[in-house]
């Protein structure tokens, strides 16, 4: 029984070597979402906060109350997110977040659970979860949707927020409603 299992293991070991010393003893792995929660932390930090430059001009200012940081995975687990994008002409939206995930190889951040977007004008847009892609300025999320400004709400699910060039479309709107008395 022994020497059939040998016989089997030994090509798969041999395999796996041959590729070990193909790709110049280096492995690179990158791990599925779903097993990073199960790894233990190799980092944990409170009160981070992360600064982008970028030319000379900061970009990104992220904040969280809580930080999980895993070196394999090259991945940021962060609780209580508070962070704000800056545009080339210093505009500034303000985003919040119960929680957050942030790829260190992708420039990507995943916001869930209470994410605001919040502008210095006023204008607010409400959502479960969002996708930042930092590096792009660019801002998207399938889920439910609601914008408010001055006097007007829509409804939506999903929406696409280019910061840079300041559009907002807003997914299978639902509903506009005008006026100062919002439902909800």
Request: a neutral charge; charged letters at 25%; proline letters at 2%.
């Amino acid at each position: 029984m022994l020497s059939r299992l040998l016989i089997w293991i030994a090509p798969v070991l041999l395999a796996t070597l041959l590729l070990v010393i193909a790709k110049g003893f280096k492995m690179e792995t990158q791990l599925p979402r779903q097993l990073i929660a199960s790894l233990e932390a190799d980092v944990e930090m409170k009160g981070i906060r992360f600064y982008h430059h970028e030319d000379g001009r900061l970009r990104l200012m992220l904040r969280s109350s809580r930080c999980l940081y895993y070196d394999k995975a090259g991945e940021l687990e962060l609780e209580g997110v508070n962070s704000t994008l800056i545009g080339a002409d210093g505009r500034e939206v303000r985003v919040t977040a119960d929680k957050g995930s942030y790829s260190l190889n992708e420039a990507r951040i995943l916001l869930k659970g209470h994410v605001l977007l919040e502008t210095k004008e006023g204008d607010l847009l409400k959502t479960s979860s969002l996708v930042m892609d930092h590096k792009n300025m660019v801002m998207s999320s399938d889920s439910p949707v609601v914008f408010e400004r001055s006097g007007l709400l829509l409804k939506g699910k999903g929406f696409r927020y280019d910061f840079e060039q300041g559009k907002l479309v807003i997914d299978q709107q639902e509903s506009v409603i005008k006026g100062g008395d919002f439902p909800g």
